[in-house]
């Protein structure tokens, strides 16, 4: 499994990249308005050249003419960028416009199976089911992951699954185990996959154990 990092914030994202596990970004509105962000275009393009892997924007305009205009002009940012389709109907006319264009999609907001097979059809590179808003209401968001992946499988699908809306770490855990290609995931999220109290507990062991025998 990849790990993308879920972000708009450039710090977070220089950081992530340091740490040589990310291989892409995912960013959507409310992401970038939540770093107080006013230029869209500049935000994309600098993640874009931060992380060499894919980078998610999304379209944020409605209407299957104006969504495809926006995709094509995102498209051209960055080779790297990858443009994000909401999973409705006239997404999934979007995605079989971009598809023939060699447009890479990102199809979003993924709540059910038949979507996820729908927008593979379509031509989407990617498809996002959001495991922590289905848990939200009481849904079992990592079952979806699993589903797709299965289909996916059985049916040679080569669309890409990747386990969004993912809230804390053992979502990662899950989304492994579920055969998620990628996971997307937040900073914080990132950084508590790599925590362990025992491993800081054995560090500062071996160090106070070293000074005892080291040379003064
Ligand atoms: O990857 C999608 C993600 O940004 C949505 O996360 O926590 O708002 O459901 P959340």
């Avoid at 944020?60 to 909401?86: S, Y």
């Avoid at 996002?128 to 990592?142: A, C, E, K």
């Avoid at 770490?169 to 995931?185: D, M």
Wanted: proline content about 5%; charged content about 20%; hydrophobic content about 45%.
């Amino acid at each position: 499994m990849r790990i993308f990092l879920d972000t708009a914030n450039i710090d977070q994202i220089r950081q992530g990249a340091k740490l040589g596990v990310v291989s892409g970004v995912t960013t959507n509105p409310s992401l970038v308005s939540k770093e107080g962000l006013a230029d869209y275009t500049a935000v994309v393009k600098e993640i874009c050249s931060i992380v060499p892997g894919p980078v998610s924007a999304e379209v944020v305009v409605e209407g299957v003419q104006a969504m495809i205009e926006q995709a094509r002009e995102i498209a051209t940012w960055a080779p790297n960028v990858v443009v994000k389709i909401p999973a409705t109907a006239d997404g999934l006319e979007v995605i079989s416009v971009l598809a023939k264009e060699d447009i890479k999609v990102n199809m979003t907001l993924c709540f059910s199976l038949n979507q996820a097979i729908l927008g593979a059809l379509a031509g989407a590179t990617y498809v996002s089911p959001f495991v922590g808003r289905l848990d939200d209401i009481g849904h079992d968001g990592m079952e979806l992951v699993k589903d797709i992946v299965d289909v996916f499988k059985h049916y040679q699908l080569s669309t890409e699954v990747i386990a969004a809306s993912i809230r804390h770490p053992e979502h990662c855990v899950a989304a492994a185990k579920a055969g998620a290609h990628i996971a997307t995931v937040p900073y914080k999220v990132l950084m508590q996959m790599m925590h362990h109290p025992l491993t800081d507990i054995g560090v500062t062991r071996f160090l106070t154990d070293w000074q005892r025998v080291s040379p003064q």
